[in-house]
């Protein structure tokens, strides 16, 4: 038997829709309108976004069709492969069945893509011509530079600081695509003027970077605001990373017993997991899910549910979410994409539930996984993606160690390329633990929204 095992569905089964969690999920709390305190309708979102992406954030419909054109780029590199990790499994001398289902095929290296195509789908049509986004390690802001050039719409993208210096190439991938691309907080806008005049030397958040972004879109009518994370429209159109692998599961005559996704936003967690927790409130199909966070960024495990800014500015709506506070800033730890405070509406409720579980692990350890992993697969992950990796070898040690064989199911969100300066870093020894800033998250907490009736 072949060391490693590919199932690879053919172009013409992309799916033709968008799966929405929220058909299945009970009891989610509304968005609030930051200035009413009421439940948002569609009409409060379109001052950033376009219609039909207002209709999306906030709809229960279970399907929403994919439009042609999107599914056309899809189709560069979706279907997207899961993969039997064979050598893997013998590394680690595990009766574990391990599958990863790859991201980093697309054009711009990650899993950001999918929804990146759509949005900028849905606003060149709405007439908009210039989007602006924020972006933690520029995966996000690669994926929407590369849309923007697909569908000819400027982009202006603030980067977090820290990943700004830390990683130059990705800023530099996005400039290819024609993007403009500035460190956050920056001079250009009053939230990022703010944030210096306090912090002259400030690292950085995308909270902040967010901020600038929405300021951006909101004094310009032919800007919009694009979300890589966080938001329902987003998660909806990740979806297809878990429809296609339920597909490519039955190809392989097999079930997860354990889906693990690295989470910042909810992103890749909620998109690899939710058409999976829709099986198993619909139909009682049993997975146990794994939200793996970066422990100098606890959102789900030690932050607080609820009602919170998506940003340092207080410019979005209000929403119900696992949150360490819309000031936290976090330490600058090199999985960039998973530093924000929040965790996603979707995702936080699943966690309320029972239905997802958070657990927060060290960077090194992270990175420590990537490498085994790199070894045995021969593809060297994001350093996000890592964080799935570490609690996905952890499982198959269990199983290991009781005996049992499980299937179990990481989503790798994308590749490493752009970070090998982390991984230098890891092998020279200089890659520490940064610890969670215990007082910065307790000052944030304490000054989150006073929300009446919650």
Not at 12 to 29: C, E, H, R, V
Not at 69 to 87: D, G, H, K, N, T
């Amino acid at each position: 038997m072949p060391d490693q095992i590919k199932y690879l569905l053919d172009e013409d089964q992309i799916p033709l829709t968008w799966y929405n969690f929220a058909a299945d999920l009970p009891g989610l709390a509304p968005a609030l309108h930051p200035g009413t305190g009421r439940p948002l309708s569609p009409g409060d979102l379109t001052a950033i976004m376009p219609d039909e992406l207002a209709k999306q954030e906030l709809t229960t419909e279970r399907e929403i069709e994919i439009p042609g054109p999107v599914r056309e780029i899809y189709a560069q590199w979706r279907p997207s492969p899961l993969f039997r990790a064979r050598r893997l499994e013998r590394a680690l001398d595990t009766p574990a069945r391990i599958y990863y289902k790859y991201e980093g095929g697309s054009p711009a290296g990650s899993h950001k893509p999918n929804t990146a195509i759509a949005q900028a789908y849905y606003n060149k049509e709405a007439g908009i011509t210039r989007l602006a986004t924020e972006t933690g390690a520029g995966q996000w802001g690669s994926a929407l530079s590369l849309a923007g050039a697909l569908f000819g719409l400027d982009v202006k993208v603030f980067m977090v600081n820290v990943s700004y210096h830390q990683k130059p190439y990705r800023r530099v991938l996005m400039e290819t695509y024609g993007a403009t691309c500035t460190p956050s907080p920056s001079r250009e806008t009053r939230a990022g003027r703010e944030i210096l005049a306090a912090d002259p030397e400030c690292s950085g958040s995308l909270g902040i970077a967010t901020s600038e972004a929405i300021e951006v879109a909101m004094d310009d009518p032919t800007t919009n605001y694009a979300g890589g994370s966080v938001l329902n429209h987003v998660l909806l159109h990740q979806s297809v990373i878990g429809q296609e692998a339920i597909a490519q599961f039955g190809m392989a005559e097999d079930w997860p017993d354990i889906v693990v996704g690295c989470a910042g936003g909810g992103s890749n967690l909620g998109g690899l997991s939710f058409p999976f927790l829709g099986e198993h409130l619909r139909d009682g199909r049993t997975t146990r899910v794994i939200g793996a966070e970066p422990a100098a960024c606890p959102t789900m495990t030690r932050g607080r549910l609820a009602y919170d800014f998506g940003d340092t500015a207080q410019l979005t709506p209000l929403l119900k979410m696992h949150t360490l506070g819309h000031g936290f800033i976090p330490p600058s730890l090199h999985a960039g994409g998973l530093r924000y405070h929040g965790m996603a509406p979707l995702v936080s409720a699943a966690v309320e539930q029972g239905l997802i579980e958070p657990v927060a692990v060290p960077q090194t350890d992270c990175f420590a996984a990537g490498l085994r992993f790199a070894r045995a697969e021969g593809i060297v992950p994001a350093p996000e993606s890592t964080h799935a990796i570490q609690v996905a070898v952890a499982e198959a040690l269990r199983c290991r160690e009781e005996g049992v064989s499980r299937s179990i199911l990481f989503g790798l969100s994308g590749h490493g390329h752009f970070d090998l300066s982390a991984y230098e870093a890891y092998l020279g020894g200089t890659l520490a633990n940064d610890p969670c800033d215990e007082d910065g998250m307790t000052a944030a907490l304490a000054a989150l929204p006073d929300v009446v009736g919650t």
